[in-house]
């Protein structure tokens, strides 16, 4: 946003008030952030004199295996690393192991899922569905549930109907808030389906007292920058499996088979945490517990505030604990006459009584505050919008055949959580002043 107009919205009657008291934000205020502590250090220091032998990374391994309650954890330099490995491991259980296919002049690979398709959430990180596509499989959408934002399992029986011949599954605990785990890992049973689970977003979230994580075949962890603790970068590969685990680790760090020399059987990967990361991520992990209290208490102060007739915050699903690691709200239904979005740019007009998400993005950076709005569903992005997509009122492709006039709007939750919905700051060094001010700005947004 450029300054002036910056200007402009700061100088609008209902913003001029909140601007002359206390100005913009001198320090940005953001959505998430790394917030560090001293422990960090200890980790990283005893890497660096010890050499870097591994002592962080398996003391790291353990302890996440423990605390998510699952027999292995192997870490991994990224979540999408880790993530792709599980996609291979998922493949190979079902399809066989990805053909090494000679080309000429040597070898070549096709994809483990080539030609499969394979069901994941539409209101998702891209991850789960490049992960797919780079092993040459067909990724089809699944709608979440508004219940949760997380994978619908009523529209999972009925992705299921058109595809019976898929056997696996991906779901996210969207912004750290689960989703319907148990009732998807039993159609996935009833289906001899495998379950990739991303909790990713979700580290310390609990379903009926367990962890998310620890309810699929496979489970994600991402120590990305801004997640609820960080390496800055950093992964974690979940599972119960003792040959997953003993194959994923051998893997990412090229396969070396035991031999003297390097000796090399199978095609490998180099995509291990390193030491000095899984320091900083074993520093971080004894400030979990307390950083889930922040952001649950961020969550809780906007729930106050802000949820009412005009506004709601991201829904808890029943039986569940989030790690509320993102706050985010969505405005009323009757905005979407006042904002339109093209694939890259927007505009809105403003209405009394009522606000869009666009509308209040500005509004906050004017302030020098960070907003985003939330995920734009897989099914809408340029890159994936080919691929089919399910919903409770079934699929996309039977709906363009047959429903062009589009006389009755098809229920699709993750587009309309797009339309309407906006991640809030939830930064943990945020004050609550900073916060009450936040709130404020947003709420000046609907005179
Ligand atoms: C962060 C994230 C990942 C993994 O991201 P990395 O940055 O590669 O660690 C995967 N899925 C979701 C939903 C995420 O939010």
Not at 56 to 81: D, P
Request: with cysteine; net charge negative.
């Amino acid at each position: 946003m450029t300054d002036i107009a910056a200007r402009c919205i700061r100088e609008q009657p209902r913003f001029k008030g909140i601007f002359q008291n206390k100005g913009t934000f001198e320090r940005r205020v953001r959505l998430a952030s790394p917030t560090m502590h001293s422990d960090e250090k200890t980790f990283i220091n005893q890497a660096f004199d010890e050499g870097f032998t591994g002592r962080n990374i398996a003391r790291l391994e353990k302890e996440a295996a423990e605390y998510i309650g699952v027999k292995h954890a192997v870490a991994f330099n990224s979540g999408t690393a880790a993530m792709h490995m599980a996609v291979k491991l998922a493949a190979e259980r079902l399809y066989g192991s990805a053909a090494a296919v000679p080309i000429s002049g040597g070898l070549g690979t096709v994809g483990a899922l080539q030609g499969k398709r394979v069901f994941c959430s539409d209101f998702a990180s891209s991850t789960m569905a490049d992960s797919i596509v780079s092993e040459g499989g067909e990724p089809v959408f699944v709608d979440v549930s508004d219940e949760d934002w997380s994978m619908d399992p009523e529209v999972l029986e009925i992705a299921f109907q058109r595809y019976p011949d898929v056997k696996l599954v991906m779901m996210n605990h969207a912004y750290g808030f689960p989703g319907q785990i148990m009732k998807i890992r039993e159609i996935c049973r009833d289906h001899g389906a495998l379950l990739i689970e991303d909790a990713s977003e979700s580290l310390g979230a609990k379903v009926h007292g367990k962890q998310t994580g620890s309810f699929g075949d496979y489970g994600i962890l991402s120590f990305g920058s801004d997640k609820i603790i960080t390496g800055s970068v950093g992964g974690m590969f979940l599972t119960d499996d003792d040959y997953s685990s003993k194959k994923a680790r051998s893997r990412a760090s090229h396969s070396r088979a035991a031999a003297p020399w390097r000796q090399y059987e199978e095609l490998g990967e180099e995509c291990r945490m390193s030491d000095i990361v899984a320091g900083l991520i074993l520093g971080q992990f004894q400030h979990l517990d307390e950083h889930i209290a922040k952001k649950r208490m961020i969550y809780e102060r906007y729930l106050e505030k802000l949820d009412g007739d005009t506004m709601y915050m991201n829904p808890v699903g029943e039986g569940t604990e989030p790690n509320y690691w993102m706050s985010c709200m969505t405005c009323e239904s009757n905005i979407l006459f006042q904002e339109t979005r093209s694939e890259r740019e927007y505009t809105y007009t403003n209405q009394h009584g009522t606000a869009s998400p666009m509308e209040i993005y500005d509004a906050l950076e004017a302030f020098n505050v960070e907003s985003c709005p939330v995920y734009k569903p897989m099914s809408l992005q340029p890159v994936f919008r080919n691929y089919d997509q399910i919903t409770l009122d079934g699929s996309k492709r039977e709906y363009a055949e047959f429903d062009q006039e589009g006389f009755w709007v098809r229920c699709d939750v993750a587009k309309d959580n797009f339309d309407r919905g906006l991640c809030l700051p939830s930064d943990i060094k945020m004050t609550g002043e900073e916060q009450d001010r936040v709130v404020e700005i947003v709420r000046s947004c609907f005179d």
